[in-house]
């Protein structure tokens, strides 16, 4: 270990700085991620509706987990549940509005829980009787569907952002305004019985392929991150990084790379890279001599690179092998070419900028030794290879994800000072599912888009209305596509 890294808080509890380097506090961390991802804006309860929060966050992680492990709930079952503790913990955490600074919960909150947790509840006493109905729903199978989908497009703008809901709210609105829409685009347009149970009540909308593999393989692999965090799987990242490039020409960008690489393959999120180590390096490039926009945009573009970097990729990978019927080892597999000349383009570019303006690296007397970080944490590793290992045999995501998140737990109790205690597991479960909540969001309001293209046939007419755009010219139509 350097001299100059501070002293270690426990697993996932190391805070590493160089010496004369300012890293950006927690405080200004989340003040910077309000303005830019509303998934930071959740508020900070105290008291009992912190409890409240937790022990369904943890209620929901072990759900996820039993059901991974002792086998999945039918789709319709499965999603639903899956919904509504998405539902709950957003009107619990997100205010109605983003400029609400307060971390007091409201009565429309509660109103708004309450309706979720009954549409929640509603949908799993009655999932058989609503699958077997061949479309004879009840009143209140139709009442539960509007509240369905009136909360998702609640949650989704509280959670998601305001895009996607106009999205969605505009495909629900074609779907019943149809005849007055022109061209291709026109069709006989549909009762609101027909929209709402085809959105809610069925597996073709907001409970379709989308949310189905969020309520499986990208909540696990969720919950895998935040135990890597737990851990401090991301703190040997950055140390490994600085020991590998921080004392080349340009070094602290070069970190920068490295460490987002590899953060990239165990976690799909371009956000959550950059949080983890743009901290660091940032203030690091622009002692060096970077110009702050150039340190920056060093750090976004390659924590961006997290989204295509396998095993664990974003969550369009998983919904693509989904859609496609093809295993995601496959995805993973062509996507690694790719990746590593996106990392491999980035880093040229900061090499030839360091050239360019002279600039040096960290002394070797600041950088940790990598001897000695992967002596001290190397067996934080192990995670990373079962779950390469279970998808190259052919186990299914889900079950890779699950080994993975079984053998983090393991591999961290080898040494002491990775070791987590039952409270810190604890955290692990809760901190996945808030993190999990944007996801499942997302993937709901996508599903109202999918549901609407099966309903009035959209996919078939738009496919036939660009060909017929570009004149049978395949060029011309796949510039269109």
């Known amino acids: 270990m350097s001299r100059n890294q501070s002293k270690q808080q426990g697993p996932g509890g190391v805070t590493t700085t160089m010496e004369g380097v300012e890293v950006v506090s927690k405080e200004e961390i989340e003040e910077i991620l309000k303005k830019v991802d509303k998934e ?3 508020r900070k309860l105290t008291g009992a509706s912190h409890w409240i929060v937790y022990l369904i966050g943890v209620s929901w992680s072990i759900f996820q987990v039993y059901t991974a492990a002792f086998g999945l709930f039918p789709a319709q079952l499965q999603r639903s549940i899956h919904l509504g503790y998405a539902f ?20 429309f909150d509660w109103v708004l829980v309450a309706f979720a947790g009954y549409i929640g509840l509603y949908m799993a006493l009655n999932y058989v009787r609503i699958m077997e109905a061949g479309g004879d729903y009840s009143r209140f199978d139709y009442l539960a569907a509007i509240c369905g ?3 998702t497009l609640e949650a989704a703008r509280r959670v998601v952002g305001l895009p996607i809901v106009c999205l969605a709210a505009f495909f629900i609105v074609y779907t019943y305004f149809g005849p007055y829409f022109p061209g291709f685009m026109a069709h006989r347009g549909y009762s609101l019985q027909r929209i709402a149970s085809h959105m809610y009540l069925t597996t073709e909308g907001i409970l379709g392929i989308p949310l189905g593999v969020a309520a499986t393989f990208i909540y696990l692999f969720i919950l895998f991150g ?64 970077y110009r702050p926009e150039f340190a920056a945009a060093v750090e976004a573009s390659s924590s961006t690179g997290g989204q295509i970097m396998p095993p664990i990729m974003g969550a369009a ?46 002394s ?18 192990v995670p990373l290879f079962a779950i390469i290992l279970f998808l190259s045999v052919g186990f299914t995501p889900l079950y890779a994800a699950l080994m993975g998140l079984v053998t983090c737990i393991i591999a961290g109790a080898l ?20 993190n999990a909540i944007g996801v499942g969001l997302a993937c709901a309001s996508a599903g109202i888009i999918i549901g609407a293209i099966t309903l009035t046939g959209l996919g078939l007419k738009l496919g036939n209305g660009l060909v017929e755009l570009a004149g049978g010219n395949l060029l011309i139509t796949l510039i269109f596509t």
Request: charged share 20%.
């Open 226 to 289: 935040s135990f890597r965090e737990k851990s401090g799987l991301g703190q040997l990242f950055i140390d490994i990084s600085n020991a590998v490039a921080g004392w080349a020409s340009g070094g602290p960008a070069k970190m920068a790379i490295v460490t987002s690489a590899l953060e990239g393959t165990v976690s799909g999120s371009s956000v959550a890279n950059t949080v983890e180590s743009g901290s660091l390096t940032i203030p690091m490039m622009k002692r060096l001599g």
């Open 40 to 42: 930071a804006s959740a």
């Open 88 to 107: 709950v913990l957003t009107f619990l955490l997100f205010p109605a509005s983003s400029r609400d600074s307060s971390n007091r919960l409201t009565w």
């Open 317 to 362: 990978a998983f919904i693509m092998a989904e859609f496609l019927n093809v295993p995601y080892l496959d995805i993973a597999k062509a996507a690694a070419i790719p990746a590593c000349l996106y990392f491999f383009g980035v880093f040229m570019e900061v090499h030839f900028e360091a050239k360019r303006c002279n600039l040096r690296g960290l």
């Open 364 to 381: 070797r007397d600041e950088l940790p030794k990598f001897g000695d970080v992967m002596r001290e944490r190397g067996h934080l590793f």
């Open 415 to 434: 040494k002491k000072a990775t070791r987590m205690s039952f409270r810190q597991i604890a955290d692990g479960f809760e901190l996945g599912a808030r």
């Open 149 to 151: 989908i009136l909360l």
